[in-house]
């Protein structure tokens, strides 16, 4: 199943699209990962790398990584990543080592669904 998506994935893919004006407080990385049920332990091999990147970055919050309890979801891991602002996030997605770390060999197999949120509405 690992050759099952194997066409190139570049960092602007793995980078959520910016919006008609950048937010104006804290940011949330919501970002949903398609993984074959059999590469679950490849997968966050590959996150894990990737995440100790992320959380020495400044103005990195919390980072977060869930996973559907049904293997048939198209996207089964998501993660969900806190920044304090929405500058700080384009600071750490836009480095020479952020590019080599998500265009590594295996990502390729992994494609996602980028996109950044600001909260709206809080309750509790």
Do not use: K
Not at 3 to 19: L, M, N, S, V, W
Not at 31 to 37: C, L, R, T
């Amino acid at each position: 199943m690992s050759d099952q998506h194997t066409t190139e994935i570049t960092a602007e893919d793995r980078t959520a699209p910016a919006g008609a004006a950048e937010a104006a407080g804290p940011v949330t990385l919501i970002n949903s990962f398609h993984v074959a049920p059999d590469r679950d332990q490849a997968f966050r091999e590959l996150w894990g790398i990737t995440s100790t990147y992320f959380i020495a970055r400044p103005g990195f919050v919390s980072l977060r990584l869930h996973r559907a309890v049904n293997d048939d979801t198209a996207y089964r891991w998501v993660n969900v990543a806190v920044w304090e602002s929405e500058a700080a996030f384009r600071a750490a997605h836009g480095t020479a080592e952020f590019r080599a770390l998500v265009t590594a060999p295996g990502w390729a197999e992994f494609p996602s669904l980028p996109a950044l949120f600001e909260v709206d509405t809080a309750i509790g």
